[in-house]
């Protein structure tokens, strides 16, 4: 039984569906989980080798790529979109208010910040002008944002409804700003030692989700997700949009290429979807179905 060495923030779908359906074992694979607390763990991680596999989203793989010097590249898509909103304390009616204090985030060169600086140009905000502080993962922002250290973030299921319900302003939705932003993707090195290892995980994932999408296994696609804390809404959500096959959607990564290009962020010029995805890992993976 071959060993992938996977970081996480929480487990997604496919993950999930792989492990209650037994589909690592038939395939395998014995996956190791590290729960991170940081995007940048990630990418260190991955850049030196401590790690075989990431999940985050696309733009991660360009930033930490830039950041490490590593060549990390996208091998699958596990969601379809990303749902995120932006969230104020009651007393910041609009994203100015907010925007005059210190904002929560994870990372400030990658990831889901892209999406809040483009509306913070839309509104006619200098980014320079922002004080952003390093929380971490969504819990530790939505940890944050209950207890004071914080006035506003970006959260997503079910954090910002659990916020919106205390009373915090949603500010703005990724689907005015960025209606394509993909949901998480695995990252690898493109020269990973453990291609096995990553080739059998993904061939898992495929089957598991494929599995999940038949109307006959719905019903337990669905209890495995809330099992894993994931609401109802979200489980329904994550059933009805399965990505087929895992394969990365072109309009997604197309958008975060340009989120990070419209943000003047390196590499200029912007890298090529083409090599920035790597289909190679999913066609192995295709053998083993």
């Known amino acids: ?83 995120m909103r932006f969230c104020a304390a009651p007393d910041l009616p609009t994203l100015a208010a907010a925007a005059a204090k210190p904002i929560a985030v994870d990372a400030t060169t990658n990831g889901f910040v892209l999406v809040l600086y483009r509306a913070l140009a839309r509104a006619g905000l200098e980014r320079e002008a922002c004080r952003f502080d390093m929380v971490g993962g969504v819990r530790h922002r939505f940890d944050a944002l209950m207890d004071g250290r914080a006035t506003s973030t970006i959260l997503v299921p079910p954090f910002d409804a659990m916020a919106e ?40 994932m495929v089957a598991a989700n494929g599995s999940a999408s038949l109307p006959a296994n719905r019903a337990a696609a669905h209890e495995a997700l809330v099992a894993a804390r994931y609401s109802d809404a979200a489980a329904a959500r994550l059933i009805a949009t399965a990505v087929e096959g895992l394969r990365p959607v072109p309009a997604g990564i197309a958008e975060s290429i340009a989120l990070r290009a419209e943000c003047g962020l390196p590499p200029t010029p912007p890298p090529d979807p083409d090599r920035l995805v790597d289909l190679s890992f999913l066609a192995e993976a295709a053998r083993f179905g």
Do not use: H
């Open 165 to 204: 319900a205390k009373g915090y302003r949603v500010l703005w939705d990724v689907r005015e700003l960025a209606p394509e932003y993909p949901g998480v993707v695995v990252v690898v090195r493109r020269d990973v030692a453990a291609r096995d290892a990553v080739v059998r995980a993904l061939a898992a």
């Open 1 to 83: 039984m071959t060993v992938l060495r996977l970081i996480q923030f929480v487990p997604p779908a496919p993950v999930v569906w792989a492990q209650a359906s037994g589909a690592f074992a038939r395939f395998g694979v014995t996956v190791e989980v590290t729960q991170t607390t940081s995007s940048d763990e990630i990418g260190i991680g991955l850049a030196e080798g401590r790690y075989d596999a990431g999940i985050g989203v696309a733009d991660n793989a360009i930033g930490w790529s830039v950041e490490r010097g590593t060549d990390l590249v996208i091998a699958a898509q596990l969601e379809r979109r990303m749902e």
